[in-house]
């Protein structure tokens, strides 16, 4: 058997799981406890002006992007 056109991927991308577009694995990120599931930058901005911005920097804190954030601003919320 030969691999069918439909099985040919592109490894290095990913595909968003809220607008459905392929992009480079880099451009995405992984949710958190849904492994496989993918979302894109612009998507993320999206989901974050839907729920509000503070409530998304809210939860950004509790990322590693937060922990870098607040290591590089010096400020320790306690
Ligand atoms: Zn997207």
Redesign the pocket.
């Known amino acids: 058997m030969s691999a069918a056109a439909e099985t040919i991927r592109e490894s290095d991308h990913e595909h968003?799981?809220?607008?459905?577009?392929q992009?480079p694995a880099r451009e995405?990120v992984e949710l958190g406890s849904t492994p496989g599931v993918?979302?894109?930058?612009?998507?993320?901005i999206?989901a974050a002006r839907r729920v509000g911005a503070a409530a998304a920097l809210r939860q950004l804190r509790f990322t590693p992007l937060g922990g870098l954030l607040r290591r590089l601003t010096g400020r320790e919320d306690r």
Not at 38 to 44: E, H, M
């Open positions: 968003c799981g809220c607008c459905g577009r992009l995405v993918f979302i894109c930058g612009g998507c993320a999206w």
